[in-house]
């Protein structure tokens, strides 16, 4: 029992006796000072002007937008109910919905961001119809525009009246969905097909987040300070070996759940703390994982040995709870630990008000940080094409830093997760490309001599890898190019944004000698 004193006795006695958060009791219990507000204030002016906070008339234009999607998938449904002959007693009854997950669900999503979105319907509606006639129908709509399916994810892409949109699709074994369905319930998994498992995964993810967290107010103030922060600090990317959105959340949720009174200027404090000496790899939960005897496979390094190699793993709190973090690797979960301890110290001096909120979200020169780096361009021969690549491409590059990570005489692979268009070079040929940047750390090594390393296996393995995978998917075409040259600093700065790159064709030879 911990003994209060003063006024707030009964509101403080009162938090004791509800229910904990997460799977540890609260490290504190504190109520926040007035200092705690000031200070939160303080960082909701500092956040304005990054655009974090999206204005009243663009929400209400997104809630708009989403009701005539969700209009769109009633008529939908009951036309291809009609058409499939369902008795008209229950087509007088069938519905469908549209829900959201990821930012914008969360109430976090930043200006023109776009709302990740997933169509549930009821069990007589295929995949295929939603791929086709719904792909359809929305084609006739003048306010769709960019209208695409997606490379590699089954996903329906499109702008609505402005505002993008990523459509996935879950049928459920319901004869109709509900107005107030829950799905979070796990019994709405049963008999489901694994692709609708996956597509109701974001949405539970997020739905279970927001059941997760004392204070969703408190939860989202610190979660859009944190996702500027690693933005800035060229931490935020899931597909590189850093932490995605839900990640990040997880780990303010769990930050929340520790700290359940806490004001933002405090969390944000807390959150440096907590994971600046977290013991990796002890896993993130932001609940005791639950078997639903439904046979799906779940993170347990019990029982997946593969499970055991995840280095820093952040777990879904939904059934079937999965690592949201398999791509970290030895060099980003060093990088992040790292803007941790960076973060505290600031935030440390923001508390004593010996720094401003502004410090935080100074963006590091990425391209001052490192003494050699290792720049990819990824070129097509048409604007289609290249999106087509530079997706393939992006989403192996973090076998490259593996391939680095893996070398004798490095110690360190930094890929910059913000790309840049490439070098516009006079040619007969119109060409689209694009780089990314690496940052290298090599071992300090006895003695005055250089050290000449051999990086041709590592690259030449992974370029294979690439060329590989996009002729497997028949989506390779000739004129697409992967080439890598070493540069050092100074050659850097005076390269970008024009980086001059000497292309080579696919089967050359990548021989590049590094001196320390």
Not at 87 to 91: E, L, Q
Not at 250 to 255: H, K, S
Not at 396 to 401: G, P, S, Y
């Given at each position: 029992i911990i003994p209060f004193i003063g006024a707030g006795t009964q509101v403080q006695t009162a938090q004791l006796t509800r229910k904990h958060y997460g799977i540890t009791s609260p490290i504190s219990l504190a109520q926040p000072k007035e200092a705690d507000?000031?200070?939160?204030?303080?960082?909701?002016?500092?956040?304005?002007?990054?655009?974090v906070f999206e204005e009243e008339l663009e929400l209400q234009r997104r809630i708009l937008v989403l009701g005539k999607l969700n209009t769109l998938v009633q008529v939908w449904i009951r036309e291809i109910s009609q058409a499939k002959n369902i008795?008209?007693?229950?087509?007088d009854n069938v519905c469908g919905k549209i829900f959201t997950f990821g930012s914008y669900r969360l109430g976090v999503h930043t200006k023109g961001a776009d709302i990740d979105a997933l169509c549930v319907a009821p069990r007589h509606l295929e995949r295929s119809d939603f791929f086709s006639s719904f792909y359809e129908k929305l084609k006739e709509q003048e306010e769709v525009k960019d209208l695409r399916v997606g490379s590699f994810v089954p996903v329906i892409k499109l702008s609505f009246d402005g505002i993008e949109i990523d459509i996935l699709f879950a049928r459920l074994a319901?004869?109709?969905?509900?107005?107030?369905?829950?799905?979070?319930d796990d019994g709405l998994l049963k008999n489901l097909d694994i692709r609708c498992i996956r597509s109701l995964n974001g949405c539970r993810v997020t739905d279970e987040i927001l059941h997760l967290v004392p204070n969703i107010e408190n939860f989202r103030l610190t979660l859009r300070a944190i996702k500027l922060w690693a933005k800035r600090h060229n931490i935020y990317s899931n597909i590189l070996g850093f932490l995605g959105g839900v990640s990040w959340?997880?780990?303010?949720?769990?930050?929340?759940?520790?700290?359940p009174n806490a004001v933002a200027s405090t969390l944000v404090h807390k959150f440096f703390l907590v994971f600046s000496k977290w013991e990796w790899p002890n896993p993130v939960l932001l609940k005791q994982p639950e078997d639903c005897n439904l046979n799906l496979p779940v993170w347990d390094p019990r029982v997946t040995p593969s499970d055991r190699y995840h280095l820093m793993p952040i777990i879904t709190p939904?059934?079937?709870?999965?690592?949201?973090t398999y791509n970290v690797s030895t060099s980003t979960r060093a990088i992040m630990v790292e803007e941790f301890k960076r973060g505290l110290a600031i935030t440390d001096e923001i508390l004593l008000n010996k720094a401003e909120w502004s410090k935080l979200f100074e963006a590091p020169n990425f391209f001052q940080k490192y003494k050699h780096y290792i720049v990819l361009l990824a070129s097509a021969q048409t604007e289609k094409q290249h999106l087509e690549w530079v997706?393939?491409?992006?989403?192996?590059?973090?076998?490259?830093?593996?391939?680095?990570?893996k070398n004798e005489f490095i110690t360190l692979a930094h890929v910059n997760p913000q790309s840049f268009p490439g070098p516009k070079e006079e040619s007969e040929k119109e060409e689209f490309s694009t780089i990314w940047v690496i940052g290298v750390?090599?071992?300090?090594?006895?003695?005055?001599?250089?050290?000449?390393?051999?990086?041709?296996?590592?690259?030449?393995?992974?370029?294979?890898t690439v060329y590989r995978q996009a002729i497997t998917s028949k989506m390779f075409e000739a004129d697409m190019k992967i080439t890598a040259m070493h540069v050092k600093r100074k050659q850097l700065q005076q390269?970008?944004?024009?980086?001059?790159?000497?292309?080579?064709?696919?089967?050359?030879?990548?021989?590049l000698l590094f001196c320390k």
């Open positions: 507000l000031v200070l939160t204030q303080k960082l909701i002016e500092t956040l304005r002007p990054f655009g008795p008209s007693s229950v087509i319901l004869q109709t969905i509900p107005e107030n369905l829950d799905l979070r959340a997880m780990l303010v949720a769990r930050t929340c759940q520790l700290y939904a059934y079937p709870q999965q690592n949201s997706g393939l491409v992006e989403s192996k590059i973090r076998i490259l830093v593996g391939n680095l990570e750390v090599f071992k300090k090594m006895e003695g005055p001599e250089n050290l000449n390393v051999d990086l041709t296996f590592d690259i030449q393995s992974f370029t294979d390269l970008l944004p024009k980086v001059a790159i000497q292309r080579s064709k696919r089967k050359a030879s990548v021989h």
